[in-house]
């Protein structure tokens, strides 16, 4: 069963910065679309950021100009830069990604288990 590992979540003050890593546990032949969602307590999940295998990426606009998304294609990884924290990015944060198993699967949806970022002074 592959599973999504994240790393790098944490406490920060605001203003400061995290930087979170996604990256599959076992090999895979190939990975589409690479996200971030997060859920604050009491709220709905909500993107923060995706970016295609092959293109622009979009984010929230609560976190645009502060927040980046990157990729590591030949690692199969990606990574949520996070600058100017402020105290309402507080939330569990977690990755999904869309990706093919074998060379004969079908693409499938994979989610993390979340990382917590907490932004507080």
């Known amino acids: 069963q592959v599973q999504l590992v994240e790393s790098g979540g944490g406490l920060a003050q605001p203003g400061g910065s995290l930087r979170l890593s996604c990256t599959p546990s076992?090999?895979?032949?190939?990975?589409?679309?690479m996200g971030w969602y997060r859920q604050a307590p009491g709220k709905e999940r909500e993107l923060v950021a995706r970016?295609?295998?092959?293109?622009?990426?979009d984010y929230a606009d609560s976190v645009k100009g502060r927040f980046t998304i990157s990729r590591d294609n030949a690692k199969k990884t990606a990574y949520l830069q996070m600058n100017s924290l402020k105290p309402e990015d507080t939330a569990v944060y977690y990755c999904?990604?869309?990706?093919?198993?074998?060379?004969?699967?079908?693409?499938?949806?994979?989610w993390g288990q979340g990382t917590q970022v907490t932004v507080s002074s």
């Open positions: 999904t990604a869309r990706l093919r198993r074998y060379s004969f699967s079908t693409l499938d949806d994979y």
């Open positions: 076992r090999s895979i032949f190939s990975v589409n679309d």
């Open positions: 970016i295609p295998s092959d293109g622009s990426p």
